[in-house]
């Protein structure tokens, strides 16, 4: 079974920049969407942002609107979250997750339930 592993978390000061990326871990792994999810210390798993297949339509949580993107290569079975303008309330273990089964009624995929595939989560942590 195919497996999603994340890279790219650390430790950076508020303000800062970092990329993360979901790598898929066969070349042949395809997906309708592929998000990614956050969860901070003592809080729920929260939706952060999401990228259909063709890379074309991504959607965002308010919170991180206008300062993070998502984006996928097809080719490399990859997909990343740039993240700018980092803020200590962003700090949390951030996951990717993948669905192989069309999001019919989740079709911007903010849903934990929308996703089959999930990786092992990435620490970012933003100090003040």
């Known amino acids: 079974q195919a497996q999603l592993v994340e890279s790219g978390g650390g430790s950076v000061q508020a303000g800062g920049s970092l990329r993360l990326t979901c790598a898929a871990s066969?070349?042949?792994?395809?997906?309708?969407?592929t998000g990614w999810f956050r969860q901070a210390p003592g809080k729920e798993r929260e939706f952060v942002a999401v990228?259909?297949?063709?890379?074309?339509?991504?959607y965002y949580s308010d919170s991180v609107k206008g300062r993070f993107t998502i984006s996928r290569d097809n080719a490399k079975t990859t997909v990343y979250l740039q993240m700018n303008s980092l803020k200590p309330e962003d700090t949390g273990v951030y996951y990717c997750a993948a669905a192989t089964q069309f999001p019919l009624r989740d079709r911007e995929g903010r849903s934990m339930s929308t996703y089959d595939y999930w990786g092992q989560g990435t620490q970012v942590t933003v100090s003040s």
């Open positions: 990228v259909w297949w063709s890379g074309i339509s991504t």
């Open positions: 066969e070349r042949t792994f395809t997906s309708f969407l």
